[in-house]
């Protein structure tokens, strides 16, 4: 089969490394891909954002079958447009896409449906926001409606603060038009865990858990990034957590989604507070979390082009869905600087088996790889203990060099803390 894959980060690469151990998979083109991922499909400068270009590619080469990964092209409906052209997709259409493309829907079908989430409230004008903001307890979580590459949510923890937020989304639009409705959310306490689930609509199969750590510095201090590591499984999330997700949130969130009339069928992820109330809603993302993936895919054990087919088809089912018992650990190398203004264009060099690099900001020149983004690539390991699995990561980061490298010291750590 030949495979379209939508998107060119570190989370595609490790799709389109898992999706190359199938017996079934083909040739693999990748819109735009990026410098690493050159090396596993063929690459073509397509923006993911680019609906027409990418369907002008689907209409003039041989593609048996699509996976889009990120939220951007699910939100514009690029499975839609894919699909009327003959072409079967991984990934949820434009009318399921919206339970991360508007957090103010899903947050109403959380209520509607009595699914467990952070109280709110929404306002689409700054005056109405501001007199409610008066009134708060701090902190609270201020969001913008839409899609704000991961930076649509703000703690704020005074009135002044939350002035400041309100004025930014609302009236000067940093986020532009996602920021024309807003949500302030009670601000929950506990341990954070991402569960990512396969669903064709009526069955849901999680994937083995895991813990991003989003802050740009050590001991979770800094800025918010689109994540510096990842470890998998959560030590967090038991077996009586997960049976208590799968029914008050996984269930759940499928019907309500069907209960719409916007049937889901791609990889759901849940982004959950494990609070002293129980497990918590905090977002809902509708692919593959960027660095989750780069942990959970390579701790499964089945075949994913077969999983994504019975995704697609509406004949998913748990038996199909294995995972390995091991850990694995992600650490992220970045430019340094990121997130805010970083430099690009060094030379990296990587060790010679690179199995285990998921490259996200790099790109080709002659024989170099050089790096081009904020997030350069990941580092992974898999080892029967988590430990083993931190240690593992940070010895393979460690063969990994370019100039302005920069990664946090303390993935996993957190982690390690629940096992003692
Ligand atoms: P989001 O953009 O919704 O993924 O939020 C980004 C991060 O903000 C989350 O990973 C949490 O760490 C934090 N966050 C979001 N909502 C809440 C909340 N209601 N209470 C506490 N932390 C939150
Ligand atoms: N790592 C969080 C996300 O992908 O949204």
Redesign the pocket.
Known sequence: MNILVIGGGG?EHAVIKTLKKSKRCGKIWCLPGNGGIERDAECYPVKATDMDGIVQFAKTHPVDFAVVTP?APLVLGCVDRLEALGIPCFGPDQRAAIIEGSKVFSKQLMRKYGIPTAASAMFEDPMSAISYLKTCEYPVVIKADGLAL?KGAVIVNNLQEAQKTVHEMMEEKVFGESGSRILVEEFLVGTEV?VLSFTDGETVVPMVSSM?H?RALDGDEGLNT??MG?VAPNPYYTEEIAARCMREIFLPTVEAMNGEGRTFRGCL?F?LMLTAQGPKVI?Y?C??????AQVVLPLLESDLLEIMLAVRNGTLSSDMVRFSELNACCVVLASDGYPKKYETGFEISLPADDSHIFVAGARREGDKLLTSGGRVLGAVATAPTLREAIDGAYALAGQITFRNAYMRRDIGARALQAKE
Do not use: A, C, H, V
């Not at 692919?287 to 989750?292: A, C, I, L, S, V």
């Open positions: 989370r939220d991961g991402s991003d989003k689109g994540g990842t992820y982004g977002e993302n692919r593959f979390g960027d660095p989750e």
